[in-house]
């Protein structure tokens, strides 16, 4: 029993038609594109929304200015993914996001506004680490690049859709408020997915080792905290249409 309890904690060994077949995907997808679909709606439409609200040209690029710079620290929160559970991090990403999102729609201060800028930035930033990390948690290496599209496609068509969605919504009713209030609750909901949502297993047919019965969160070939320094080490790992 002392050697069974020394092995290593199996990896999912679902592959990628296996993994879009299971409702564990999606919902984890839900928060993947809410966390980009808050960035994009702030990046599309935070400068009208500012101003708006009266602030000047200047102080609207010093405020939006320091979103990407404070993304970056959130990468650097994904370094705590070796100690909790990459979901958890992704659903506290989340709900920082929400309130940076729902507190613009009061931000008519220079304190809070620049408040709600750095919490949406690092929510996203938080997110954008744990959301690779928590689709290889639950369905491993195997499964990781092939549905890795669909994921990517998904987020894409939140990015497309959402930020031309609160466009309209602003123009037709004259203001932002509305559409931030919706995109909080969006978020809130999301966050909840993430905390709520259950490990698949190691994937039909996966033999799992006595030792590790009862296991629910496998270990993951790359560690949060390797892929937190691989982004930030290489630009070229971020997609540009969310930066």
């Known amino acids: 029993s002392a050697i069974a309890t020394a092995l290593p904690v199996d990896e999912p060994t679902w592959t990628a ?10 919902i984890l997808a839900i928060p993947a594109a809410a966390n980009s679909l808050l960035w994009g709606v702030l990046s599309a439409h935070g400068r009208i929304h500012f101003e708006d609200l009266g602030f000047t040209t200047t102080a609207i690029g010093a405020i939006l200015g320091i979103r990407v710079g404070i993304s970056t620290f959130g990468r650097l929160t994904g370094s705590f993914g070796d100690f909790f559970s990459s979901t958890k991090i992704l659903g506290l990403s989340l709900l920082i996001s929400a309130l940076g ?5 009061y931000a008519t201060s220079s304190a809070l506004a620049y408040t709600c800028v750095v919490r949406l930035g690092l929510g996203y930033g938080a997110g954008y680490i744990a959301v690779p990390v928590a689709f290889g948690d639950f369905f491993g290496r195997s499964a990781f690049a092939g549905s890795a599209g669909v994921r990517y496609s998904i987020v894409g068509i939140s990015l497309w859709l959402g930020p031309r969605w609160v466009g309209a919504a602003a123009d037709s009713s004259g203001s932002y408020n509305a559409s931030f209030g919706l995109l909080c609750v969006v978020a809130l909901v999301s966050a909840a997915a993430a905390f709520l949502v259950r490990h698949p297993g190691n994937g039909p047919g996966a033999q799992i080792a006595p030792a590790n019965i009862g296991q629910t969160e496998p270990t993951f070939v790359a560690t949060q905290s390797a892929i937190t320094i691989g982004m930030l080490g290489n630009p070229a790992s971020f997609p540009p249409e969310l930066m």
Do not use: E, K, N
Not at 17 to 26: D, I, T
Not at 101 to 105: D, K, P, S, V
């Open 101 to 105: 999102m729902g507190g613009l729609i």
């Open 17 to 26: 038609s296996q993994a879009l077949r299971v409702p564990h995907f999606y």
